[in-house]
C-alpha cells in the first residue's frame, strides 16, 4: 500500500471492457458494494431484533449525518493522498470494523449501542470512500474510455445490488446477524488484493495539488472555486443536487408508502423495485457498450426533465403493472442521467480535483437527501403520495431546465 503502481504512456489508450487494470477496479467495486448490500441487510435486520422499530430506524440513519458532514474533507483527503491509497484504507477500515461486529455479535447478541457505533463508523468512512472511488477511474483509464466505464461501474452496482441483499437475506436465515456481518467482511475483503493490483497514472507535475505546503482548508477551498468558476461543473452540480432531490423521496419512503396505500403488498413493491432497476441496469448497459452517446449535455437535461414526469405519473397509476411500466421508464431516464451527469463530471474535470469534484456532487444525494426523508414521510402523511410527488417531480425537473439552460453545459460533449 505505500508503493503505488504506475501506468506507463500508452498503457491506459486500450478500450476500457478489455483493459484488466479497469476490470480488476471494476471487481473489487463489485465487490464492496455487493458487501455494502449484505451488510445493510445485517444491520436493519439486528437493529429491530435489538429494540423497537423508531430505535432501528435510528439506527440505519446514524450513517447519514457524519457523511454529510465530513464528505467535503474526504474529497480533499482523496486528492492529497490519491484516490487509490484512500480507497485502499478505506476498505481496509470497513472489513475490519465489521468483521470486528460480527464477532462481537457471536458473543453476545444484537445490542443498540454498538450496532449505532458501528453505523457511525461506516458514515466516517464513507465519507472519504466515496469521493475517492469517484476520483479512482479517471488514474486508470483514458479519457476516451471514462464514459464506458462509467456505464460498466453502474452496470457493476446494479448487479451488486441484485446479488448482495439476497445474499444477506440468506445469510440472516442461515446464521444470524452475526453470519450477515462476517460475509459483509468477507466481500469487502476480497476488494482490497485486487485494488493494491490497480495501477495508476501519475498527475502532471504542475496540476499536483501542493499538499505538503498548503492546508487542508486551503484546498478545500481551491476545489470549490474551481467548480464555481467551472461553465459545465458549476451548473452540472446544481442539476445533480436538483435531480436527487427530487428522487430521493419518491423511491424510498414515497413508494413504500405508495405501495401500502393501493394495497399492492411486498410482491408489488417487489415488481415495481425490479422494473426500476432493469431500466437503470439497461441505460448503463447501453453507456458501457457504445463507450459514449452524442449531445450528452442535452441527454442529460432532457432525461431529468422526462424523468420527474414519470415520478409524477407513478403516484397516479391504477395498477401494480401499469406502475412496473412507469418504474422502468423512471429507471431507464434516471439510470441514463446519472450515467450522463458522472461521465461528464469524470471528463470535464481536472483530475487533480476529482476528489473534491465527486464529494460536492454526492454531498446531496448520499448526506442530504436521506436526512430529507423524515420531512417527505411527513408530508405524505398531511397531504398525500399525489402532491408529494409531483412536488418532488418539479424539484427534479428544475435540475434538467437548468442542464438546458446553461449553454456550455448543453453543448458539452463525452470524448470520443
Request: charged fraction near 10%; charge should be positive.
Amino acid at each position: 500500500m505505500t508503493i503505488t503502481p504506475v501506468l506507463q504512456v500508452g498503457q491506459d489508450d486500450r478500450p476500457a471492457h478489455r483493459d484488466p487494470n479497469v476490470l480488476r477496479w471494476l471487481g473489487a467495486y463489485a465487490a464492496s458494494m455487493a458487501g455494502d448490500g449484505v451488510y445493510y441487510v445485517a444491520l436493519s435486520w439486528a437493529a429491530v431484533q435489538a429494540g423497537s422499530p423508531a430505535q432501528a430506524g435510528l439506527v440505519m440513519s446514524v450513517s447519514a449525518l457524519p457523511r454529510a458532514i465530513l464528505m467535503l474533507g474526504g474529497g480533499v483527503i482523496a486528492d492529497r493522498f490519491g484516490p487509490r491509497r484512500v480507497v485502499i484504507g478505506s476498505d481496509a477500515v470497513r472489513c475490519a470494523t465489521v468483521c470486528a461486529v460480527a464477532v462481537l455479535l457471536f458473543l453476545t447478541g444484537p445490542v443498540l449501542w454498538l450496532l449505532a457505533a458501528l453505523a457511525l463508523a461506516f458514515g466516517i468512512v464513507d465519507a472519504v470512500f466515496v469521493p475517492a472511488v469517484g476520483a479512482l477511474p479517471a488514474r486508470i483509464t483514458g479519457r476516451a474510455q471514462l464514459a464506458r466505464v462509467q456505464g460498466m461501474r453502474g452496470l457493476a452496482y446494479r448487479c451488486a445490488l441484485i446479488v448482495g441483499a439476497p445474499a444477506g437475506g440468506l445469510a440472516v436465515a442461515f446464521g444470524g446477524a452475526a453470519t450477515a456481518f462476517g460475509a459483509a467482511g468477507l466481500l469487502i475483503a476480497v476488494s482490497v488484493p485486487l485494488l493494491v493490483a490497480v495501477r495508476v497514472r501519475e498527475l502532471p507535475p504542475d496540476d499536483t495539488p501542493a499538499g505538503t505546503t498548503t492546508t487542508a482548508w486551503r484546498d478545500l477551498v481551491v476545489g470549490l472555486r474551481y467548480i464555481r468558476r467551472h461553465r459545465v461543473l458549476a451548473p452540472l452540480m446544481l442539476a445533480i443536487a436538483l435531480g436527487d432531490l427530487g428522487f430521493v423521496a419518491p423511491f424510498n419512503v414515497g413508494l413504500t408508502l405508495l405501495v401500502d396505500q393501493r394495497g399492492w403488498g411486498a410482491p408489488g413493491m417487489g415488481w415495481v423495485l425490479a422494473g426500476f432497476g432493469v431500466g437503470a441496469g439497461s441505460a448503463s448497459m447501453a453507456l458501457a457498450v457504445r463507450g459514449r452517446l452524442p449531445r450528452a449535455g442535452q441527454v442529460a437535461g432532457g432525461s431529468i426533465i422526462a424523468g420527474s414526469l414519470a415520478i409524477a405519473a407513478l403516484a397516479h397509476v391504477p395498477s401494480v403493472l401499469a406502475a412496473v411500466g412507469v418504474a422502468l421508464l423512471i429507471g431507464l431516464l434516471v439510470g441514463l442521467s446519472g450515467a450522463m451527469c458522472g461521465a461528464l463530471l469524470q471528463t470535464q474535470s481536472d483530475p487533480a480535483f476529482l476528489g473534491r469534484v465527486t464529494a460536492v456532487s454526492s454531498l446531496v444525494s448520499l448526506g442530504f437527501a436521506p436526512l430529507s426523508m423524515p420531512l417527505s414521510a411527513a408530508a405524505i402523511g398531511a397531504w398525500g403520495t399525489g402532491p408529494v410527488f409531483v412536488a418532488s417531480a418539479v424539484v427534479c425537473g428544475l435540475g434538467g431546465v437548468i442542464a438546458l439552460g446553461a449553454r456550455d453545459l448543453r453543448r458539452a460533449e463525452l470524448p470520443g
